[in-house]
């Protein structure tokens, strides 16, 4: 068994259930091994108590269910306290060793390896930021200093952040590389007031040669904290480093943010990442299950990345429906789990009669309503009233007695379940594409 590669995967999915903070404070610096000849029974390794305390008392559960979706049979945890020493390699050669280097100096900067440019899906809504990100990590304290990216969740802010910090190291490994979030900035600064420790505090930081602060939105209002900041932040630009923030917000929308803070903020490139559209999305999706190994057909890539807009969520999506097909579901079985737990295991509710599902199939396909409804054999009719059934039964939850009678007035209960286990066949073997139509039709409706 691939003990790494399956804690890795478990890990990936833990990243996009808990916080940031919480998955670095508890999860990042984590290892696995087994224990013993018992099949199923792991070892967790942390690097201190408190860690490990923590994820056996709040996260054990949720390590479990992923770990036992992974191997599918029980698992059991141990704990283990102990200092992570990264394992080397079996002297492959001074390339491979030199890799390997490379990989932990950049790990032990807090970074992900897997944040590259070259994984980074581009479109109009971030070609500039990606331009910018470029830029900043071949000219340090040269280009754009500050850059500051703001956008919502999931736009890409961290991936472009840590890309940087990435391009750098691996150019020169030497470099004093900083990254944290603005809570991970704020906690360290309290910590180092109770323990009378602000010097050190203060060398870390301010001797950083890149500065890169995540989520920078979270020191507003806290007074002593952006003072620190400050100070921080002028030390590093006058030393020639450079200095690269991320928020959900441009500064001049940052409530309790100081004006001397904000005035030094808006002093470099601000750049506004917008939403991922669905040719983004599915683009996103395709490269990441790429870098993953997932294999996933085009359609149903398309069918998630058009009902799930958030691109962390469509991350896990995709672990999700990574698990599946190693249990052999088929994709488009595979998806349409995915998108009912997304719903929470409920019928699609929409807020429109059947009768105008109806029309709209008929505007969609170009056809008469009544050539819909009626009982024509043809394919041009049948094929669209199939896909009508489907999603009448099985999207809205109507009753076959009701869609017996919106399909000619009659119960056809026992025609529609076999016409509708046959639909879901050819759909299955046939004709993912079809989804695209019933994406489309059910995106009609908020």
Known sequence: MDVDGLWNSVLGEIELEVSRGQFISFFK??????????????????????????????????????????????????????????????????????????????????????????????????????????????????????????????????????????????????????????????????????????????????????????????????????????????????????????????????????????SRFEGGLIIDITPPNFELRTAILLIKAQSRGISIPIDAAKSLAANIEDVRAIEGALLRYSTEERKGTLPYEAVSHILSRARGGKPLEKNVRPDKIIELFAVHFDLKPEYITGKSRKKQFTEPRQLLMYLLRHEMGISFTEIGKLLGGRDHRYLLIHQIEQLIHIIIHFYLPLFSPLDFILRQYP
């Open 29 to 262: 610096n984590t290892r696995l091994s087994t224990s013993g000849d018992k099949q199923g029974s792991f070892i967790i390794h942390c690097p201190n108590l408190n860690d490990a305390t923590m994820l056996k008392t709040r996260y054990l559960t949720l390590i479990k269910r992923m770990l036992e979706e992974r191997i599918q049979q029980p698992v059991s945890l141990l704990f283990n306290v102990s200092p992570h020493q990264p394992r080397q390699a079996e002297s492959p050669g001074p390339l491979f060793e030199s890799v390997i280097s490379h990989e932990n100096v950049i790990r032990n900067a807090g970074l992900n390896p897997n944040y590259t440019f070259e994984s980074f899906a581009v479109s109009d809504s971030n070609q500039m930021a990606h331009a910018a990100s470029q830029a900043v990590s071949t000219k340090l304290g040269q280009a754009y200093n500050p850059l500051f990216l703001w956008g919502i969740t999931g736009v890409g802010k961290t991936h472009l952040m840590q890309a940087i910090g990435r391009e750098v190291l691996l150019k020169n490994p030497q470099t004093q590389v900083i990254y944290c979030t603005g809570e991970e900035f704020t906690n360290e600064i309290i910590e180092a007031i109770r323990t009378r420790t602000s010097g050190i505090f203060k060398r870390k930081y301010r001797n950083a040669q890149l500065f890169m602060v995540d989520d920078v939105q979270f020191i507003a209002g806290k007074e002593s904290v952006q003072t620190e900041f400050f100070h921080t932040f002028n030390s590093i630009l006058n030393s020639g480093s450079q200095v690269v923030l991320t928020s959900d917000k441009p500064p001049s929308a940052i409530k309790e943010l100081e004006t001397r803070l904000r």
